[in-house]
RNA sequence: GCCGAGCUAGCUCAAUGGCAGAGCAGCGGUUUUGUAAACCGCCGGUUCCCGGUUCGAGCCCGGGGCUCGGCUCCA
């Protein structure tokens, strides 16, 4: 989900950015000599650095400290390694008061970075710091860098321990590159979600309503309409059964699959119903469809059986934690679960993973990264089980001649899963498809069926979303479009604008014919300027603004102003509507889909270019 | 939930503790127009909520709500 990913840092930039890291806090020390230093490393585009400070940070101190560091980048020191053994290390950060650097040492006993117990330490000017290195040559290598902003983080990211302030920086090898990357955050901002979502009428979130909770207005209404319809579509064609379930359900399936146990601080409920029975709002759709499949006896000759719903569900997620659509606390997932034979796993899993492949064309991401992650330390089930789970996975993969690599450890503890992470129009990584084999419910609830020989046998459970969250896909979408959905999801597909008022007759007769075709099409006849209603139109998204003057009166033509794009003039109006149909029944990416400014790495590989 | 910042008209934002404003949007009128901003006028406020300090609070203090940047978490 993240949007510029804080994760690793870029190889050749590590040395770089981690220098950058040590100078900020040389500048801090030198601004508040009592602060005490967590840790600092280089991330993706950049690098931050925790401190224990006696007051909050303002912006007028990250001023301060960025010019101070200009003043020890100008002044080219070197950096200079050193070794210590651990005692003396010790010592020297107890006698510097720097209790959290001490606990880092005290730390190496048990963990790597023990070094046969000597410490590295790395210094330039009059700052030195606990540090493995590796480190540019002189501080005067750090030639682009900008301090971005101040954020609470908890010691080593435990929420039971002190919060520290934390200052993200980014340094870069040149100002082209820092300018790039700047240009990049305002096309990030330009493109926000929640921006576009008050601008285009989209979405809103209401207090009294509820934080969380999406309203979804008629124009993205219109988005979800198509995005649902084709879902179901698609599903019907590859044989699954679309079913619906209840938003509630009773206390004792959740206490059978666990999910109170497990889950139930991120559950709305308990619902006092009647006296013997309590409900609980539904965080997930796995026991309504283990109990669709459980209606009556199951045969081999049914399986797979494949179900699937756009289940809307509820989960509690603590305040702090709510992000416009793309974290919310109630979403449809589209979901589904697959009932088949070990035999037939693999097969199956191979199927979905095609239509996650397929998804990820049709609304244009690229650069799908495929990852298989396998069983964590804390898990559920057997060793044989996960052993045939993971190579149902891993064969279905290895079928299709896929790049993957794995996650070792990063499966959930009741399943291991194939995760598709994609990338947007402007780079930045997202949450795809996942695909999980489910190993806990089936046993939980006895999910089986009778197999050729009239036993009774255990069901793979497959559990999969291709969208997600509808909240989040759209969320997404919004931001990989620009707002400039293509035509087949977009809820203004025409406009049409009289010039003048003795064409529109025949301005209706268009809005009618291409209402007739099934297209969102509006009549804009206001007694405006022609221009401030194609301004308005260009506003609003509307894929094509359709002009009728007196020669497509006359002609039976329209003008064609699309939203991006050259004018087309007089064109025939049966050809206009074979043309939209064509467009949207192919899904074409708009032609605007890709305005922003490059991302870093290309204004970079231009550059070099 | 935690750290920090913020919340003023439908939207974007102003206002040393001293009469709460602008632009856009909306509404009324003028303009009848050939591809992104025509003109004139009008309307618009519990300054997030509750309490306190003060002659006087949008501004200061306390409590609460929500939003934003992160942390933790995550579809």
Known sequence: MPKVERGKSDEELMPLRHSAAHVMAGAVLDVFPQAKLGIGPAIKDGFYYDFDLPRALTPEDLERIESRMREVVRANAPFVRESLSREEGLRF??????????????????????????????????????????????????????????????????????????????????????????????????????????????????????????????????????????????????????????????????QRSGHIEKYGESMYGPLELEEHQRFWIKPMNCPGHIKVF???????????????????????????????????????????????????????????????????????????????????????????????????LREALEARSVEYKIDEGGGVFYAPKIDIKMRDAIGREWQGPT????????????VSYVNERGERERAVMIHRVLYGSLERFVGGLIEHYAGNFPLWLSWLQAVVIPIKPEQNERARE???????????????????????????????KANYMLLIGNREAASGTVSIRPRHGPQEQNVKLEDLLSRMEEERKTKALPPDFRVATPTVAEAVAEQRA
């Open 93 to 254: 950060f107890r006698e510097r008061q720097q209790p959290y650097k001490v606990e880092l040492i005290e730390g190496f006993d048990t963990e790597e970075g023990a070094e046969g117990g000597e410490v590295s330490l790395y210094k330039h000017a009059d700052f030195v710091d606990l540090c493995k290195g590796p480190h540019v040559a002189r501080t005067g290598e750090i030639k682009a860098f900008k301090l971005m902003s101040i954020a609470g983080a908890y010691w080593r990211g435990d929420e039971h321990k002190p919060m520290l302030q934390r200052i993200y920086g980014t340094a870069w090898r040149s100002q082209a590159d820092l300018d790039a990357y700047l240009a990049q955050l305002a096309e990030v901002e330009r493109r926000d979600h929640r921006k576009l979502g008050k601008e285009l009428e989209l979405f809103d979130i209401d207090d009294e309503l509820g934080s969380g909770l999406v309203l979804w207005l008629p124009n993205l209404s219109a988005v979800r309409e198509e995005l649902e319809s084709w879902w179901r579509r698609v599903h019907h064609e590859r044989g699954y059964t679309l079913v619906y379930t209840p938003h509630i359900a009773s206390e004792r399936i959740y």
């Open 294 to 392: 459980q209606s009556r006896v199951r045969s081999y000759r049914e399986l797979p059986l494949r179900i699937g719903e756009l289940g809307t569900v509820y989960r509690y997620e603590r305040s702090g934690t709510l992000h416009g659509m793309l974290r919310v606390r109630g979403f449809t997932q589209d979901d589904s679960h697959i009932f088949c034979s070990w035999a037939d796993a693999q097969a199956e899993i191979g199927k979905v993973f095609d239509l996650a492949m397929e998804f990820m064309r049709v609304f244009g991401y690229s650069d799908p990264v495929i990852y298989l992650s396998t069983r964590p330390e804390r898990r559920l089930g057997t060793d044989e089980m996960w052993d045939r789970a993971e190579n149902a």
């Open 435 to 446: 695909i999980q084999i489910d190993l806990n419910l089936p046993d939980r609830f006895d």
């Open 510 to 540: 268009v809005v009618a014919a291409l209402r007739s075709r099934g297209f969102r099409a509006e009549l804009d006849d206001r007694p405006l300027d022609m221009r401030e209603k194609i301004k308005q139109s260009q506003g609003r």
